[in-house]
């Protein structure tokens, strides 16, 4: 098993002799823009500072064209504009090759993508999806401590030749995340975990408490920490979260942009 971290949620998997990107979010530094650019200006964040900050606020460590050169599937998480282009017509992955086949959440998820033109929209169960000899099982997530952000997911990969990954997805830690993972066992976990927090929803993600309950959960798993360095409204970079979990006792993995880990 390899994972490339890409940039924020973007992950590249090689699993099973198979390759999934995961929540495929390729605009380039900034071009999404801020939340103040959003009609409406719904959105706040904590400090209100950070709400005139351009997105993605790193650039891509490669070309998009050699982050999608030989993907096998696109897995998107949930539809939001840092898992996933957004164009302002509502459709989605723009830059994706609608050939390619694309597993989403559920069938409102599915419906946006067969909009955009994708041909082959695989829509996950709590029962496995085979590809290939890869099984894909979505997990639940929850998507804000106050109020859930949008309905999100997680993934598990399975396969007989490869460790079981973990891919949580947007969510905070929650009872159903301690049950996944004491049903799967996960070898490799991955956890978005800049803490990013928007008014009125609270905390979206995880943060260093929320790592430390995993790994405390999980101990012979590795994690692996995604979702740094990229958005307006994160709490926590990778720098202060390194002393963070060294504090906690965690023992983790944050790759940085571009940089891919090997799991054998």
């Given at each position: 098993?390899e994972?490339k971290?890409?940039?924020?949620?973007?992950?590249r998997?090689?699993?099973?002799?198979?390759?999934?990107?995961?929540d495929p979010?390729?605009a380039?530094?900034?071009q999404?823009?801020?939340f103040?650019?959003?009609?409406?200006?719904?959105?706040h964040?904590?400090d209100?500072a950070k709400e005139?900050i351009?997105?993605?606020?790193?650039?891509?460590?490669e070309?998009?064209?050699?982050?999608?050169k030989?993907?096998d599937y696109?897995?998107?998480t949930h539809i939001?504009?840092d898992h996933?282009?957004?164009a302002?017509?509502?459709?989605v992955?723009?830059?994706?090759?609608k050939?390619?086949?694309?597993l989403?959440?559920?069938?409102?998820?599915?419906k946006?993508?067969?909009?955009?033109?994708?041909?082959?929209?695989?829509?996950?169960g709590?029962?496995?999806y085979?590809?290939?000899?890869?099984?894909?099982?979505?997990?639940?997530?929850?998507?804000g401590?106050?109020?859930?952000?949008?309905?999100?997911?997680?993934?598990?990969f399975?396969?007989k030749?490869e460790?079981?990954l973990?891919?949580?997805?947007?969510?905070v830690?929650?009872?159903?995340?301690?049950?996944t993972?004491r049903?799967f066992?996960?070898d490799v976990?991955v956890l978005n975990a800049c803490?990013?927090?928007?008014?009125g929803f609270g905390?979206?993600?995880?943060?260093?408490?929320?790592?430390?309950?995993?790994a405390?959960?999980?101990p012979?798993?590795q994690?692996v920490?995604?979702h740094?360095d990229?958005v307006a409204?994160a709490?926590i970079?990778?720098?202060?979260?390194?002393g963070?979990?060294a504090?906690r006792?965690?023992?983790?993995?944050?790759?940085?942009d571009?940089e891919?880990?090997?799991?054998n």
């Open positions: 098993m994972i971290q890409i940039r924020n949620a973007t992950i998997v090689l699993y099973a002799g198979k390759t999934f990107l995961i979010w390729l380039e530094k900034g999404m823009g801020c103040l650019d959003i009609p409406g200006n719904p959105f964040v904590p209100a005139g351009p997105m993605p606020m790193c650039a891509l460590p070309p998009a064209g050699e982050i999608l030989g993907v696109y897995v998107v939001h504009p996933v282009d957004m302002p017509d509502g459709t992955g723009r830059m994706l090759d050939t390619v086949p694309v989403v959440q559920n069938e409102i998820d599915g946006v993508f067969r909009e955009s033109g994708f041909e082959q929209v695989l829509v996950l709590e029962t496995a085979a590809c290939g000899d890869v099984s894909i099982t979505r997990t639940p997530a929850l998507h401590v106050i109020e859930p952000c949008g309905e999100a997911c997680g993934v598990i399975q396969a030749q460790k079981t973990y891919v949580a997805g947007d969510t830690w929650t009872t159903e995340i301690k049950k993972l049903t066992t996960p976990v803490a990013a927090e928007l008014v905390r979206l993600i995880m943060n260093d408490e929320d790592v430390e309950a995993v405390r959960t999980a012979d798993a994690i920490i995604s740094m990229t409204h709490s970079t990778r720098y202060p979260m390194r963070l979990l504090k006792g965690v023992d983790y993995l944050m790759p940085e571009g891919t880990l090997i799991f």
